[in-house]
């Protein structure tokens, strides 16, 4: 379709409504496109599906009238939206559209518009990203999303062209997009193991500081409690040796004079009180 406004002209693919489920399709002899969708090894497992681009195909979530099966792009996955994405073949050419998901779509780890008019082109060997992991509970609960090598064919069976930055990369020797693409994905991995690790040396660290802290109140409860005994066997030493020394008068007395001394005390704390 071409689209004029102003001074400039501009070519925009549009893809075509999805035969209903009410629509009669007619079997005919020619041979149509297809996609391969091979699931990546840090993907929401699935299993390898085959996209036959007679007509444009839905990606999304399964639901009760629509499961997954080896031949559609229905995924039991939850980060999907129920109408995620819509792939086709026009002219040639393959395109991927993201329908306003909530969790976008990605196209070797970039992410796609969803406006309607900007349709994107996809190439043979792209990677393709349905959604992003979602995590919950607190780290203890990790939805993956759909992450899969896209392989397409066209009608007469030969495999469509590679993306451009697959091929430049290979000519002059550079890193492929799928490299890239992979350390990318181990790296994001291992800032979540760090991040995670470091949560846990916090909760490891704070439990040392509780045991220290129980420790220490501990030996200056212990230390304490060896004084005070030390302090008790000290006066009961005196206490013989005054038993010893001392007559029952002598004994009478000085208890006498201790309660009034505790008496005094006593006065005047409550005086000042």
């Not at 993907?43 to 007679?54: A, K, W």
């Not at 780890?109 to 990677?127: C, K, T, Y």
């Not at 760090?194 to 916090?202: A, G, M, P, S």
């Not at 501990?218 to 066997?233: D, N, T």
């Amino acid at each position: 379709m071409v689209v004029v406004s102003g001074s400039w002209v501009k070519n925009v693919a549009v893809y075509p409504t999805p035969t209903s489920n009410n629509d009669m399709v007619i079997p005919t002899n020619t041979m149509s496109a297809k996609a391969l969708l091979i699931c990546r090894p840090n993907s929401h497992p699935f299993q390898e599906r085959t996209l036959c681009l007679d007509q444009p195909v839905k990606v999304g979530r399964s639901l009760a009238r629509a499961k997954a099966t080896p031949t559609n792009a229905i995924f039991d996955c939850k980060v999907l939206s129920r109408h995620h994405a819509v792939l086709w073949y026009d002219c040639g050419k393959f395109y991927l559209q993201d329908t306003k998901s909530s969790n976008g779509t990605f196209v070797n780890n970039n992410r796609i518009s969803s406006n309607d008019s900007e349709p994107h082109e996809v190439s043979s060997g792209d990677i393709v990203q349905f959604g992003v992991d979602v995590v919950e509970n607190n780290r203890k609960v990790t939805h993956g999303c759909i992450i899969a090598t896209l392989k397409l064919y066209l009608p007469d069976g030969k495999e469509a062209k590679a993306s451009p930055s697959i091929i430049e990369g290979n000519r002059h020797g550079y890193v492929p997009l799928e490299e890239l693409y992979k350390l990318n994905q181990i790296i994001q991995e291992a800032s979540q193991r760090e991040q995670c690790l470091e949560t846990k040396l916090i909760a490891l660290q704070h439990i040392v500081d509780e045991a220290r802290r129980s420790a220490e109140e501990s030996w200056q409860a212990y230390v304490g409690e060896e004084r005070l005994l030390s302090r008790v066997a000290a006066l009961e030493n005196q206490l013989t040796q005054v038993g010893k020394n001392w007559g029952e008068d002598r004994l009478r007395e000085e208890l006498q004079k201790l309660h009034v001394s505790l008496f005094r005390g006593a006065y005047k704390v409550k005086l000042t009180s």
